[in-house]
């Protein structure tokens, strides 16, 4: 009998990360493919592609925790990518410690920091809550630029060459690997997290913060938590950012860039840690689009003497596919894949 749908008997089913066994063919697919055809036949430039994917990927799902699991809206999460950039660099050139413990102290920090200015949310939610978190994001930039001391200030910070165990990682080969597994990894404990009560707690604060507290959940305290664990991502992929940069400054941790985050989120699907990477994929890849249409567009006779300018073309549609995807599929990318499955799944009897 062919099934029209997924009915779980036991517990353990609700907890499993693949319900059917298309999920886990493909998943190891799609791992096998990455790891062997990406590498053996992408040129350069789709190397940093993908490299740039998967760290912004890492970011962007420790917000995804942060305000789709959770429901707090953030509005710091790139300064919190700059932190975890600057305090790997830190490390490593300051205290020369290997890449290997650069990047998870580096996390660590940053989670550190994110708690700090994740404080407010004990008092504080909706509007007036992202209102502090953009408070922080600008303290972290005017901190990030004139501790001159610590930061360099507007000089930046140029980093060792990257190295691990010993080995030298030149060029973005040796990068893919190492982001592909980091990646990987966050991915994993992600998905897991979410599946522990620490996980339960966030869904049930994000449903009804006053409901969850009288079940007992001690909401502050998981609020607290959720922004230590969405900051500790951004700390990790920013670490990772810097070292794959090989020297850094504070010009790209600015409200744009958090703004960016969002969107990824949005347009991925809150409350999906798929979506995150699919939201990471869509933005990467229309930032790329829109680089080269802008290229084409300065060099084209029609704009190289006309008065129009295309410079808020990125802005514009970035908003404009926002816009869309609230409209039209307000649960993401993640929704859209999540009804192909299905779809495959239970061809030709869609009911």
């Known amino acids: 009998m062919h099934p029209c749908g997924n009915f779980r008997e036991r517990y353990q089913q609700e907890l499993s990360v693949f319900t059917t066994d298309f999920g886990r063919i493909w998943t190891g697919i799609g791992i096998l493919l990455l790891i062997t055809l990406v590498p053996l036949s992408a040129s350069p430039y789709m190397l940093y592609i993908f490299n740039m994917i998967g760290i912004t990927a890492i970011a962007v799902i420790g917000l995804n ?25 830190i490390f490593s050139t300051a205290l020369h410690l290997p890449m290997l413990l650069c990047i998870p102290a580096a996390g660590l920090t940053t989670a550190l920091v994110g708690m700090i200015f994740g404080i407010p949310s004990g008092r504080l939610k909706g509007l007036y809550l992202t209102i502090a978190t953009l408070a922080g994001q600008f303290i972290i930039e005017y901190v990030l630029i004139h501790w001159e001391s610590l930061t360099k200030g507007t000089m930046g910070i140029t980093l060792p060459p990257a190295s691990l ?42 449903d009804n913060d006053r409901a969850a507290e009288g079940m007992g959940i001690p909401i502050f305290r998981y609020k607290l938590l959720s922004f230590g664990i969405s900051s500790f991502y951004a700390g990790f992929a920013g670490a990772l950012w810097a070292f794959y940069m090989g020297s850094i400054t504070a010009e790209p941790f600015n409200l744009g860039l958090s703004v960016e985050y969002i969107a990824m989120v949005i347009i991925g699907g809150l409350g999906s840690i798929s979506g995150s990477i699919f939201g990471a994929v869509f933005i990467t890849l229309l930032n790329e689009a829109l680089r080269f249409m802008t290229g084409l567009l300065m060099n084209s006779d029609l704009f190289s003497t006309s008065e129009l300018n295309i410079a808020p073309l990125r802005e514009f549609v970035f908003g404009l596919a926002i816009v869309l995807f609230i409209l039209l599929e307000p649960r993401g990318l993640a929704e859209l894949w999540r009804i192909i499955r299905s779809n495959f799944r239970l061809w030709p009897f869609s009911y």
């Open 65 to 89: 925790i942060l305000i789709g699991f959770t429901g707090q809206i953030s509005l710091g999460h790139g300064a919190f990518f700059g932190v975890g950039a600057y305090a790997g660099a």
């Open 165 to 206: 165990l010993g080995l030298s990682l030149r060029g973005d080969l040796g990068f893919y690997y190492l982001i592909f597994i980091s990646l990987a990894g966050m991915v994993w404990i992600a998905v897991n997290l979410i599946r522990t009560r620490y996980g339960r707690a966030f869904i049930a604060i994000r």
